[in-house]
């Protein structure tokens, strides 16, 4: 079984500072996929960044990095330069990609972020 | 291209009631999966099918049934609805690379 840990339940962040949203992981399974997700307050799920457990380079998407560090099982969001669109809550979610468990992804509870101007 | 969508976006039961949701995707992926998102949480698999006529429970199966006739829709049954079940349920697809999950805009369910 996997488990998703997001230890930040809200967070209030100057505008145009950078941000770092925390999430832990426990897996027993060897291949795993990491995502983050941004959920507005209008409730859609928006996806923002993956990493593999087998990627060399830490994954980025613009103004998103994702600083994963496998031996700590930590998987933590940056945001650069952040904006009062970024204004949201944050999962964390995972998935094992070994074959014989369940698929779908294994989501944390998340953290709302906030934005102040 | 319509991506994932999601019927119907609200309703509102009365406890022992059944409905059914439904998932629509035309992206021809073999994989779809069902959430549910309660306050404070982050979603939980409730089911999902990795291919037409086939479908597997999750890790919050109980009181939902669903079927997956034609590969481009998944269905989410509740046969008796309980106040538990008040939640918001969102749809997912994904094709054969294990690094997406395309979700639907969700379904908020109320049951009283």
């Known amino acids: 079984a996997q488990k998703i840990t997001q230890t930040q339940p809200g967070m209030f962040v100057q505008e145009k500072e950078a941000v770092t949203l925390d999430c832990t992981y426990d897996?027993?399974?060897?291949?795993?996929?990491l995502f983050w997700y941004k959920q507005p307050s209008s409730g859609e799920m928006i996806f923002l960044i993956y990493?593999?457990?087998?990627?060399?380079q830490n994954a980025t998407e613009g103004r998103y990095s994702l600083n994963f560090q496998k031996a700590r099982k930590s998987a933590n969001l940056v945001i650069s330069a952040s904006q009062l669109g970024d204004s949201a809550m944050y999962f964390c979610?995972?998935?094992?990609?070994?074959?014989?468990?369940?698929?779908?992804?294994?989501f944390g509870k998340g953290t709302h972020l906030i934005i102040q101007p | 291209n319509a991506g994932v969508t999601q019927t119907p976006k609200f309703r509102v039961l009365k406890t022992g009631q059944s409905m059914t949701l439904l998932c629509a995707q035309d992206?021809?992926?073999?994989?779809m999966y069902w959430y549910r998102q309660d306050p404070g949480m982050g979603l939980r698999l409730i089911h999902y099918?990795?291919?037409?006529?086939?479908?597997a429970k999750g890790e919050v199966p109980d009181g939902y049934n669903v079927s997956r006739l034609k590969k481009q829709n998944f269905l989410l049954g509740l046969e008796s609805a309980a106040p538990s079940q008040t939640s918001v349920y969102f749809c997912?697809?994904?094709?054969?690379?294990?690094?997406?999950?395309?979700f639907g805009p969700g379904t908020r369910l109320t049951v009283l």
């Open positions: 997912a697809t994904r094709g054969p690379s294990y690094n997406e999950q395309f």
């Open positions: 897996t027993s399974d060897p291949s795993y996929g």
């Open positions: 990493q593999g457990s087998y990627d060399q």
């Open positions: 979610a995972m998935r094992a990609l070994s074959r014989g468990g369940a698929d779908g992804l294994t």
């Open positions: 992206m021809n992926h073999e994989y």
């Open positions: 099918s990795v291919g037409e006529g086939t479908t």
